[in-house]
């Protein structure tokens, strides 16, 4: 019985099949469906969790070597809601692209996880190092 970490079976089995430079999404709650693209739904209600929360647990078991957000998160954010986001990135390359492009490395991508957040443009897409 695992009893640190992630617990969610489904995300474990996504993340167990990420590769070298493969991309995970991480998602808002209003994120568009993707039917043929894994999903795993760890929304809960609103703002629980939040992409951040989903990021930081991640973080210990998947190297980042490069993220991608949508550009509007920048205007549509207050600054201390991109600072977070910054302070996540340090060291990792970090592309801002208008959300229409970001939409578009959605289907190479290996998973897409869903949480409750209701943050403007709140998602990411991580790339494994």
């Known amino acids: 019985m695992l009893k640190t970490g992630i617990l969610n079976p489904a995300l474990l089995g996504l993340l167990a099949r990420v590769r070298h430079t493969n991309t995970l999404v991480i998602a808002d709650r209003g994120f568009p469906f993707w039917p043929k693209l894994e999903t795993v739904d760890l929304s809960l209600v609103d703002g629980i969790p939040t992409v951040l929360q989903v990021l930081d647990a991640l973080r210990s078991n998947f190297g980042i070597g490069r993220a991608f957000a949508a550009e509007e998160f920048r205007q549509h954010n207050e600054a201390a809601a991109q600072a977070a986001?910054?302070?996540?990135?340090?060291?990792?390359?970090?592309?801002?692209?208008?959300?229409?492009?970001?939409?578009?490395?959605?289907?190479?991508?290996?998973?897409?996880?869903?949480?409750?957040?209701?943050?403007?443009?709140a998602n990411l897409i991580i790339e494994s190092a």
């Not at 801002?96 to 996880?113: N, T, Y």
């Open 85 to 121: 986001l910054a302070a996540r990135f340090t060291g990792i390359p970090f592309v801002f692209e208008p959300h229409a492009a970001l939409k578009q490395r959605v289907p190479s991508a290996i998973g897409l996880i869903r949480t409750g957040d209701i943050q403007p443009y």
